[in-house]
């Protein structure tokens, strides 16, 4: 299972939120290149970066820290989300050395859209689909919808997505536990492998997903844990590499 730490971004500083709440913000690092650095400095294979200022404009917003981070490590996987909606976003994070780009959104509104950057980028686009009580959200969380999380899923299973990242937006900063039930039952519900995110807390989260990883959790996205030393990612890495 691939422990994937989380840069979000907002306004260039490295920060979290609390249930997507962009008033809710705690600033960790001025330093997101930096920050970045450290996290592969301590062995992560993947890095989960956001544009939350994107995600809620519908546009790019720290294009250039992204584009700084993926300089700055060139052989590190990055998947990127927020605020991509067509397809020069999409050529340009490819571009500058995104591995993965994630639309959620687009999922909802244009699923046609996500066909077509499968087919024309295969196996470089994830789908992530954020809810609440089992119910999609978009627009950085911002709107509900009427489609639930697992429907969403089943929409895209055979249209090629890399991955599925699961967020379950109420534990979603809250350092209140990932929801290993419900990722486990939409991980085996569908054939794409899927990426837990949301209110990881604790090593004992990291050890309930591993446990479960054979119904199709690829890995998982840690963000707060990391940044208040709930959860170092040396420990947190050797953890899975053993088991």
Same mark, same amino acid.
């Given at each position: 299972?691939?422990?994937?730490? %989380? ?7 490295? =920060? ?19 920050? #970045?650095?450290?996290? %592969? %400095?301590? !062995? ?23 584009? +700084? ?9 990055? $998947?990127? !989300? ?7 976003? /999409? ?5 500058? @050395? ?9 999922? /909802? ?29 978009? $627009?950085?969380?911002?709107? @509900? ?9 089943? $929409? ?21 536990? =990932? ?7 939409? #991980? ?9 995110? !949301? @209110? /990881? ?9 591993? #446990? =479960?990883?054979?119904?199709?959790? +690829? @890995?998982?996205?840690?963000?707060? #844990? ?10 947190? $890495? ?6």
């Amino acid at each position: 299972m691939i422990l994937i730490p %989380a840069i979000d971004l907002k306004e260039g500083h490295c =920060v979290r939120l609390r249930q997507g709440n962009m008033d809710e913000s705690t600033i960790f690092s001025d330093d997101p290149v930096s920050m #970045a650095g450290k996290w %592969a %400095a301590q !062995g992560c294979t993947r890095l989960h970066l956001v544009d939350l200022d994107g995600a809620f404009e519908g546009a790019p917003a720290n294009a250039d820290v992204i584009e +700084e981070i993926c300089a700055s490590l060139p052989d590190l996987p990055i $998947q990127i !989300g927020g605020g991509i909606r067509n397809i020069e976003t /999409v050529e340009s994070y490819l571009e500058a @050395g995104v591995s993965y780009v994630i639309l959620g959104t687009m999922a /909802v509104k244009r699923p046609e859209f996500i066909t077509q950057l499968c087919a024309e980028f295969p196996g470089k686009i994830i789908v992530g689909i954020d809810a609440k009580d089992g119910m999609v959200a978009v $627009q950085g969380w911002a709107e @509900g919808s009427d489609r639930t999380a697992q429907d969403l899923a089943l $929409q895209f299973e055979d249209e090629g997505v890399a991955a599925i990242v699961y967020t379950d937006i109420s534990r979603d900063g809250m350092m209140q536990g =990932v929801n290993v039930e419900a990722t486990r039952d939409l #991980a085996q519900s569908i054939n794409v492998p899927v990426i837990a995110s !949301g @209110g /990881v807390t604790d090593m004992d989260c990291i050890v309930r997903l591993n #446990a =479960v990883k054979s119904a199709g959790i +690829e @890995g998982v996205i840690i963000g707060r #844990a990391l940044y208040e030393r709930a959860i170092r990612l040396a420990d947190a $890495q050797a953890y899975v590499d053993q088991n």
